[in-house]
């Protein structure tokens, strides 16, 4: 995913409005467009509150910045500049992170990046994609860059699923078990798990990579009474979304997602997966407890 | 291409008290007015005509507290009705204790948490660059106390690195850090190859000698000190 951000956002930058703002990560990927746009590929060095100090700058001369960095620098690090020097001054960039919640696990607890979604979310009016396949990132990146001028912040991650979805912004069904069964939607790529997950069970299961915002239309087109959420981040970031757009229907949701526990374990995203019951056979454990009779 | 539009010391002084409305101001109000007078009067390229031309100077204030002299000089420059002044703060005011860009003509950016303004001010002369828009400058004013946020070092060394040079930075000292900056804030910007001039803040014609004294090839800063007002 990240080859292809890189090569999309080295066309967008063709149209002299479009700019992009690193702090060291990817700047070697970045280098062919940084020869041929010096004024526009801007390399702070490690430096990530002047990495978004500077889109905020360029934003407010009318150019439309990209702003890339590892999830947690680009989104926690500098979590008031995104707030005061995008949101407050009323102009927009699009963030594009790389590592998502732990596909680095094993450099530890610094390169993780779970409550990203989470933290984007305290703001207003950002839009959210979290691709589940690489050809899903050139679309969306399409969307959020051009010709727009408010906030994206666009996951993406070495974790996929087998099938792309390019259109799936809105909830796309990928498994129809008729009316009134359970609902799982499922958020970039846990996709392919989820679906391992249910199997044979009678349980509709529908994709996006666009949890912000949330199709809430679609949600409500979809929902019998048991909803399930499974995303890639923090447990349960879409459950105030999901709860308000069914706010008027007796309903039942189960969120999963990453748990806030620090591990301090190592190993591979996997691994993070399975600990966080993210895994085929974890989902499965979850989705029976919710869906089985309480006994 | 200077303005010389000197403003009326005694109508500023009338604005500021319809601002002041019998509250007590800081030191850093007085502090910033002397700076303010000749940036405006003298040195940006801006009016109540121009606040949206691409091709206009930029003035960011970055110590945002220091806002009451900022709106005073933006009435008596008609950027606002002097109106407005009469109910600064108040619930249906577009003047608050800090400024909003979204609210208040003229005004380049929301600031009030420190250590915004420079990084803001990089950005801005970089976009500038990029459109090969040559002729406007970017000054942002900062507070010798504000320099303690990292912030500030991040977007100083960057902007002295890549020869930022449509970038000037004004550093008024009011000896307001808590820890000081021994040897003198210039020597935190010149060391990462920004020119620089130290003056008297109160002093307008070393102020305008200095704010229009960068060389074009760098980024310059200017430290306004302003050390009598019993601080």
Sequence with gaps: ???????????????????VVLADISAAAFAPA???????????????????????????????????????????????????DLDHQGVGAVLVSVGASYDRAAAGRTHLGPADVALIDTLHGWTV???????????????????RRDSAYVRLSTQSNGTAYPDAGDLRVVRDAGPGAPLLVAVGPVLDRALAAVGDRPVTVAYTHRPRPFDTAGLRALAGTEVILVEPYLAGTSARVVGAALADRPHRLLTLGVDRTELRRYGSAEDHDRWHGLDAAGLRRSVDAFLSPAG | ???????????????????????????????????????????LRITPETVDDPDRDRFLLSKGHAVA????????????????????GGPDSRLGDHPDRLLVPGVEIGSGSLGHGLGLGVGTALGLRAQGRTDPRVYVLLGDAELDEGSNHEAIAYAGA???????????????ASHGWPGGAAGRFTVNGWTAATVDGRDHAALHAALTGHDHHRPHVVVAVVTDNGE
């Design chain 1, 129 to 147: 994609h979290v691709p589940g396949h690489r050809d899903e990132v050139p679309g969306v990146l399409r969307d959020v860059v051009c010709g």
């Design chain 2, 162 to 176: 890549t020869g930022l040079a449509n970038l000037t930075a004004i550093v008024l000292d009011n000896h307001s």
């Design chain 2, 69 to 88: 002299g900022y709106y005073a000089l933006l009435a008596a420059k008609g950027f606002v009705p002097v109106a407005w002044l009469d109910d600064q």
């Design chain 2, 1 to 43: 291409m200077t303005t010389t539009t000197a403003t009326d010391p005694a109508l500023l002084a009338a604005l500021l008290d319809r601002v002041r409305a019998d509250r007590d101001f800081g030191p850093n109000v007085y502090s910033t007015l002397d700076v303010l007078q000749v940036l405006y009067d003298r040195v």
């Design chain 1, 1 to 19: 995913m990240r080859d292809t951000f890189v090569a999309t956002a080295t066309e967008f930058l063709d149209d002299p409005r479009t700019a």
């Design chain 1, 34 to 84: 940084a020869a041929r746009h010096p004024d526009r590929v801007l390399n702070v060095g490690i430096r990530e509150q002047l990495m978004v100090g500077v889109a905020g700058g360029l934003a407010l001369t009318g150019l439309r910045p990209i702003v890339h960095s590892y999830a947690p620098f680009l989104v926690e690090r500098a979590y008031e500049q995104i707030k005061l």
